[in-house]
Structure formats: C-alpha cells, structure tokens
C-alpha cells in the first residue's frame, strides 16, 4: 500500500511542473515570438513480482507481473510553429515566416563564422556565442547601427564596395554559338578623381563534359588589375542561369576580400549585370561574411577638398572599408592643386574605415526598408543604398536550443550544423517588413490542459487520502 502513496506524490510532483509549464505559456500569451512549451509524462520503474516463461510440454507461458511507482517528468519540449501576424507599420520591425532565427549579439569588428562547425579564425567570433531570436523588433540607434530592442548588434551580410565594368566586345564579335575560346571583355575605365587605374576583366564560359551548353561563367582579371599577381586570376564564378554576357552592358565586380568565387553565395541580374539588391546609385553589394549591419558613416577630411573646390567627403559602408579620392588643397589665393604629402601619389589619398569609422557620422537615411528576402535599404541624397542582408540562422533541430530569457535562445548541444544564410535558403523562410510574430500559445488549449492537470492532481491527492484510510484499518486491527 505504501508504494501507491509514493506513486501518488510523484503524480502530485509531476502535475504540479506542468500546471508551472502551463501557466507560464498563458503569461506569454502576448509576448512577440514567444514558443509555448509542453510538458511530457513517462511512468518510472517497475518491481517484478514474477518474471515471464516460455511455454513448455507441461505448462503454458507466463506474462511478467510489475507494479510501477508513479510518474516523472519526461521533458519540457518548446513547440516551434510560426505564430500569427501583427502588423506594427514600423518599416524595421520584421518577421520570419518560416522556420530560422535572427542572429543577435555584442560589436565584433571581424564578425563571425557563417557554420557552428567551422572555428574563428584571427578575430573572428564562432556563430554559437551569438544569440537567436525570433522577435525582430529591429531599429537604427544614433551611429546607425542595426539593433535590436535589447541594444544587442543585428548581424546579417553588411554592405560593401564593388567596381563597375563596362562591357567592351565579344571574341568572336558575332554572336552565334558560344564555345570553349568565346570570350568577353568588360573594362573598368580609369577615373583620375577616384584613383582608379583602367582594368580589363575578361568573362569566360565553363562548358559541360559534352561541350554542348555552358554551366557558368569565370571573371578573370588581367596581369596586375586590381592589384592582381601576374597571370590572369579568377575573382568571381558566375552560375549560368544569373547571368548572360551578351545582354549585359556592364558588371559589378566584387572586392577581393571574403570567398566571392562561390556563385550560390549572390546572383547577378541578368539584363544589367549588375548584382541583385545594389544601390541604384553607388557600387555597393553584400558581403558573404557574417558582420553586423550599419549605416552608412560620412567623413569630412579637413583642409582637403575635391576637384570642385567643395569640402571633401568621404562614405565608408562599413568598418572594413576602403575608398580611393583623389584631394586638393588650395593655395595662397585659393585656387586648387594636387595635394601631397605622406601616403598621397598623384593627390590619390586611400583612406581605410578601421581608421576614420568610429570618427565619421552616421548619415540621415529616409524610406528604411527590409525586403523580403532580408535586404535592409535606404536613401540618402536622391540614392538608394543597401546597408546589408539580415541573415538567419538554420538550425536542424530548433527544440534542442537552450532558453535565455529575453526572447533569446543559445546554441546548445544536439542542435544538429547551424548555418547562417539568406533569408529563404535552405529550411528558413523568408521574412515580411513591418510586422512582428505573436505567439504561438493557444488559449483554449491551455484551458483544457489546465483543467485535466488540476483533475489528475486531485485524483493523485484522493489516491493519498484512501491509502491514508486504509493505513488506519491496518493499525486498528489490533484495537479490535
């Protein structure tokens, strides 16, 4: 009898932490992107009374006899469905429509790896220390970065700065069927205010085993262009279907910082050339390296103007920038000549963001917006720029990641390879501007499993009152 009383204050135990589970899903009833929980119960271990046998010649077989000692809490598992839409009219508030998370965390300059099975090199951070999240609750503070309601850094694929090529011609100049030796040229003019020596990019078909139909495209860059080694080099891989050569009248070329040789990593639009999501003004894509999002910062270089005789200024996109201008400096009577000095060649002043980032000012964007597949936009003096891509992370198995509070979760264990893509790549959806996720926790449902816990907690306690009775009959026996 003494067993059914423990049996009974394990029932007690266990319905007690879900009616815990229960009432903290109906607190977060309103809280944005908020997952419900569910309790599980699993019966503990049994007492064998009498084992099972096999049948024989004299008897039949025998099934075991067990008398268990209650229940247990098996686990508390976050249900992870996509909540409702409410709709806030904040260009920066976002929501994922699908399955991912945002990746959130504190500055780092280098960024972070792009896999959980990849390790940081140099300054880089791993993708684990950052935070996930599915609330995007998302705004610019007062140097224009990118975060989120807890002043923790928005992380996705920042802007950085490419070079526009022009298309030459085509060898052979006709345009029938593209062979092995076709090629076409696409030049980069000189530009004496920028700094800009002129380079010639050659883009050549990769053809399939048959030599029947071409697969993609290399760009390779001539002997020295681009500060390139001698040889022609491969700087970027195009995939056949994103981009056409022979309609294009020109083509952004990435810089050489990051893998950029990859062509799932971006794709080129196919009747400009240009890559997909640029600023309509400037020469400006984004990176495949995991780093936080950020305005624009502008930089007013002292004593220096440009060959307009206006203050010169210069636009870093990001800390890891870098810009060439060509400076003036006025003389006695005002009037303009090349400047000179340390680390100036033919008034040519490079100028790194490293240096002069934490110095510029954030410039005043208007029309922010988040695209659906994460392109974070904004116009400033008549252009449109694109500050970066907000990333998310794809994780496999999403109830594995461990609770933080604050709508945050971290990467724990049995996670399964986090990767951080594009919104809509791999098993993450994509994402809607101007709305945020409600929760997932459905009223009525915790009703009802209120109301069957509080009846298997009362039965559990009845189950302790007639042991109890029983005991007592046991211990008058010998009154009577």
């Known amino acids: 009898m003494v067993k059914s009383m423990f049996a009974a204050v394990a029932g007690l135990k266990t319905h007690m932490s879900k009616l815990d589970v229960i009432g903290n899903n109906i607190a977060n009833v309103n809280t944005y992107g908020y997952k419900k929980e569910r309790a599980a119960f699993a019966d503990t271990y049994y007492a064998t009374s009498k084992a099972a046998s096999e049948a024989n010649g004299v008897q039949g077989g025998a099934n075991p006899s067990q008398i268990g000692y209650g229940v247990q809490m098996a686990g508390v598992n976050n249900i992870m469905t996509t909540g409702g839409n409410?709709?806030?009219?904040?260009?920066?508030d976002v929501m994922i429509t699908g399955n991912g998370f945002f990746l959130v965390g504190g500055y780092n300059k280098d960024g972070y790896t792009k896999?959980?099975?990849?390790?940081?090199?140099?300054?880089m951070?791993?993708?684990?220390?950052?935070?996930?999240?599915?609330?995007?609750?998302f705004n610019f503070d007062g140097q224009g970065n990118f975060v989120d309601?807890?002043?923790?850094?928005?992380?996705?694929?920042?802007?950085?700065?490419?070079?526009?090529?022009l298309f030459e011609g085509r060898t052979p100049a006709d345009t029938g069927d593209v062979t092995a030796d076709t090629a076409w040229t696409f030049k980069v003019p000189a530009d004496a205010d920028a700094g800009i020596t002129e380079a010639t990019y050659t883009v050549k078909p990769v053809m399939s085993v048959d030599g029947k139909s071409v697969t993609g495209y290399t760009v390779t860059a001539a002997a020295g262009a681009g500060g390139g080694a001698a040889g022609d080099t491969v700087v970027m891989n195009l995939k056949a279907g994103d981009?056409?050569?022979?309609?294009?009248?020109?083509?952004?070329?990435?810089?050489?910082?990051?893998?950029?040789?990859?062509?799932?990593?971006y794709?080129?639009?196919?009747?400009?050339?240009?890559?997909?999501?640029?600023?309509?003004?400037?020469?400006?894509?984004?990176?495949?390296?995991?780093n936080t999002i950020q305005q624009p910062r502008k930089y007013s270089i002292d004593g220096y103007y440009d060959k307009d005789g206006n203050p010169l200024e210069v636009l870093f996109f990001s800390e890891n920038d870098r810009v060439k201008v060509k400076a003036y400096t006025k003389d006695q009577d005002g009037k303009l000549q090349l400047?000179?000095?340390?680390?100036?060649t033919d008034g040519v002043m490079t100028l790194t963001g490293d240096q002069y980032w934490n110095s510029s000012i954030a410039v005043k964007m208007s029309n922010i917006s988040i695209g659906s597949d994460g392109t974070v936009s904004g116009v400033y003096n008549d252009k449109l720029y694109t500050m970066g891509k907000v990333a998310l992370a794809d994780v496999p198995n999403p109830t594995a990641l461990e609770n933080q509070g604050n709508n945050y979760y971290m990467a724990?264990?049995?996670?399964?390879?986090?990767?951080?893509v594009n919104p809509g790549e791999g098993s993450t959806g994509g994402l809607k501007g101007g709305t945020l996720e409600l929760s997932n926790v459905d009223v009525s449902t915790e009703f009802t499993d209120m109301i069957t816990t509080q009846r298997g907690f009362q039965a559990n306690s009845r189950i302790i009152t007639v042991t109890d009775g029983m005991l007592e009959e046991l211990v008058n026996l010998k009154r009577s």
């Open 149 to 165: 309601g807890n002043a923790n850094y928005v992380y996705g694929f920042s802007s950085v700065r490419g070079t526009k090529a």
């Open 125 to 137: 951070g791993s993708l684990t220390s950052l935070s996930f999240t599915r609330v995007g609750i």
């Open 339 to 344: 400047a000179t000095g340390d680390g100036i």
């Open 115 to 123: 896999s959980s099975s990849e390790t940081g090199t140099g300054g």
């Open 243 to 265: 981009f056409d050569p022979d309609k294009a009248d020109a083509l952004y070329l990435l810089p050489g910082q990051g893998d950029f040789t990859d062509p799932n990593l």
């Open 412 to 420: 724990r264990a049995n996670t399964g390879v986090i990767d951080a």
């Open 86 to 92: 409410a709709i806030t009219d904040n260009p920066t």
């Open 267 to 290: 794709k080129v639009d196919q009747n400009t050339g240009y890559v997909i999501n640029i600023g309509s003004g400037t020469a400006v894509t984004t990176t495949d390296q995991l």
